[in-house]
């Protein structure tokens, strides 16, 4: 079945630091990629997203390419701010069957240090 | 707009109670879902409805059941709760099939 696999954390950077988080995909034919941010104590939120292949995400300075030869949707952010403390969730829509559900990966634990 | 509200925040239950967790949302979408998010796991479909009238299994339904009063309302229900059951569930709503999803804040539920 469809999968998602994100790198295992925590990831602790210090302020200003270059940030990629890994996240690869198993699905069969062209899913929706979705990566989603949950601050502490809330729900998640939509990051960016990327419905076909090529396609880049961005937003708030973050970044990620749907890449189909790879199947990997790569999250990064150029330089990290201690409010981008959060987890992050890679995330895929299945492109049969449509009805809505997106398939989680672990989620990835982000602290930034000032 | 409040978006997608959740009631309770918090619950604490004893194996075996049961009781009901509410969701609405105030965007008029079509699809509403409940998850459950356990440490190192991600989230995870209980269940889902893809519009008003209908409700379909997800990948961990058992030991739930699910209403979908109106447009508006997806409530789980707990029949009988299990410690494994706790955990901190999520509802969300999209208005399309494929599409952003919109999260409530969720419920820690415990069960002792």
């Known amino acids: 079945g469809d999968s998602v696999t994100q790198m295992e954390g925590p990831v602790t950077l210090s302020e200003e630091a270059f940030l990629t988080i890994n996240c690869t995909y198993t699905?069969?034919?062209?899913?929706?990629l979705f990566w989603y941010v949950q601050y502490p104590g809330e729900g998640l939120q939509l990051l960016l997203k990327?419905?076909?292949?090529?396609d880049k995400g961005s937003n708030k300075g973050f970044e990620a390419t749907y890449r189909k030869e790879t199947t990997s949707f790569h999250l990064e952010k150029g330089s990290v701010q201690v409010s981008d403390s959060a987890v992050y969730f890679c995330?895929?829509?299945?492109?049969?069957?449509?009805?809505?559900?997106?398939?989680f990966g672990q989620g990835t634990t982000l602290q930034v240090k000032p | 707009n409040a978006g997608v509200t959740q009631t309770p925040k918090f619950q604490v239950l004893k194996t075996g109670q049961s009781m009901t967790l509410q969701c609405a949302q105030d965007?008029?979408?079509?699809?509403m879902y409940w998850y459950r998010q356990d440490p190192g796991m991600g989230l995870r479909l209980i269940y889902y409805?893809?519009?008003?009238?209908?409700?379909d299994k997800g990948e961990v339904p058992n030991g739930y059941n699910v209403s979908r009063l109106n447009k508006r309302e997806f409530s789980l229900r707990l029949e009988s709760a299990a410690p494994s059951q706790t955990s901190v569930y999520f509802c969300a709503s999209s208005e399309m099939a494929v599409g952003e999803q919109f999260f409530g804040p969720g419920t820690r539920l415990t069960v002792l």
């Open positions: 995330a895929l829509s299945p492109s049969s069957g449509n009805t809505g559900k997106l398939i």
């Open positions: 990327a419905t076909k292949a090529d």
């Open positions: 699905a069969t034919g062209y899913p929706s």
């Open positions: 409805s893809a519009s008003e009238g209908t409700t």
């Open positions: 965007m008029n979408h079509n699809s």
